[in-house]
């Protein structure tokens, strides 16, 4: 079984695979389908800026791509590249509602700290108005 730390601790990995070239800021996502199988992602920067892709997104594109459509939680870890997690980094606004397409209100997001310490919040938390598919009638 994943545990919450155990999912924190293959999102700081995950770090390690980022591209960063222009911000050197790395993170990295590990997303825990219902089945128990796990995506790690990585963020992955492009000279243009606009095709950039963040963590979170390349490891849900990645169970999408599997089949997967039911997810547990997710974990997430940034910082500067190379250096260990120094603060509480939340999905950005794209991510949370890429998210809310697959995930409920109560989804868990554990959010990696210093010192392998995370916390826990609910995607509602993090998107309290939230536009989802059943919005759409």
């Given at each position: 079984?994943t545990?919450?730390?155990?999912l924190?601790?293959l999102?700081?990995?995950?770090r390690?695979?980022?591209?960063?070239?222009?911000s050197?800021f790395?993170?990295g996502a590990?997303?825990?389908?219902?089945?128990?199988?796990?995506?790690q992602?990585?963020?992955?920067e492009?000279?243009?800026?606009?095709?950039?892709i963040?963590?979170?997104?390349?490891?849900v594109?990645?169970?999408?791509?599997?089949?997967?459509?039911?997810?547990a939680g997710?974990?997430?870890?940034?910082?500067?590249?190379?250096?260990?997690?120094t603060?509480?980094?939340?999905?950005?606004?794209?991510?949370?509602q890429?998210l809310?397409e697959f995930c409920?209100?109560?989804?868990?997001l554990?959010?990696?700290?210093e010192?392998?310490?995370?916390e826990?919040?609910t995607?509602?938390?993090l998107?309290?108005?939230?536009?989802?598919?059943?919005?759409?009638?």
């Open positions: 079984m545990t919450p730390e155990k924190v601790a999102a700081r990995e995950a390690g695979q980022a591209y960063v070239p222009y050197g790395s993170v590990a997303l825990l389908c219902a089945d128990g199988t796990v995506y992602g990585c963020n992955i492009n000279a243009a800026f606009g095709p950039t963040c963590a979170e997104r390349v490891a594109f990645k169970a999408v791509f599997d089949g997967k459509r039911d997810f997710i974990a997430v870890a940034g910082g500067r590249a190379g250096q260990e997690v603060g509480l980094f939340p999905p950005c606004g794209v991510c949370r890429v809310r409920g209100l109560d989804f868990p554990y959010l990696a700290k010192d392998g310490k995370f826990t919040h995607l509602g938390e998107l309290p108005i939230s536009f989802s598919n059943a919005d759409m009638g």
